[in-house]
């Protein structure tokens, strides 16, 4: 599926570079590769579109699912970025109390949060994102696209620059 504004997307929409993430909350690749995002957003600046898109491995990462939900919801309030920093630097704590945690860290109401985890409020939006992955062949976390091409190499921040720059040349 095309990124287009349903998604979370951070850095110019006319950046030359365009990296999507499927990702979990709960992954502990997802973790590192959150770390090597960062990285590389610090070094292509203004060359860089990141997207994340969800993908949580419910069979294996019992929290991913409500990580999600929590996400969501701040991004319903302006706030997915700043939560999505939080469960990725927190990924030993995604208890729904953890959640609730975060979302109060970041000023939000936090029964209304609740509320809407526990009602799967944004499970039409996490199905979605979901079967975006699996239509584009994602069968595991985190899986990468490079320009709308999937990405097959290491997830270190040497091996994904290396993509990167490559894909964009000469632009960069």
């Known amino acids: 599926m095309p990124v287009s504004?349903?998604?979370h997307?951070?850095?110019?929409a006319n950046a030359p570079l365009t990296l999507l993430e499927y990702g979990d909350f709960e992954c502990p690749v997802c973790g590192m590769a959150y770390a090597v995002v960062k990285t590389l957003q610090q070094n292509l600046r203004h060359r860089l579109r990141f997207v994340f898109r969800h993908f949580p491995m419910t069979n294996v990462h019992p929290h991913?699912?409500?990580?999600?939900?929590a996400a969501e919801a701040a991004g319903a309030r302006g706030a997915f970025w700043e939560m999505h920093d939080l469960l990725f630097e927190n990924q030993e704590a995604l208890e729904?109390?953890?959640l609730l945690?975060?979302?109060?860290?970041?000023?939000?109401?936090?029964?209304a949060?609740?509320?809407?985890?526990?009602?799967?409020?944004?499970?039409?939006?996490?199905?979605?994102?979901?079967?975006?992955g699996v239509r584009s062949g994602v069968n595991g976390t985190p899986t990468f696209f490079i320009n709308g091409l999937r990405y097959?190499?290491?997830?270190?921040?040497?091996?994904?620059?290396?993509?990167?720059?490559?894909?964009?040349?000469?632009e960069i």
């Not at 945690?101 to 000023?107: F, H, I, R, S, V």
């Not at 509320?115 to 079967?131: N, S, V």
């Open 101 to 111: 945690e975060y979302a109060a860290a970041l000023g939000l109401d936090t029964s």
């Open 5 to 7: 504004r349903r998604d």
């Open 96 to 98: 729904d109390e953890d």
């Open 9 to 12: 997307i951070q850095g110019p």
């Open 152 to 170: 097959e190499g290491s997830f270190d921040a040497e091996s994904l620059m290396g993509a990167l720059v490559e894909t964009a040349e000469p």
């Open 113 to 132: 949060v609740l509320a809407e985890i526990e009602a799967g409020a944004y499970a039409g939006r996490l199905r979605e994102d979901f079967m975006s």
């Open 64 to 69: 991913a699912e409500h990580a999600a939900e």
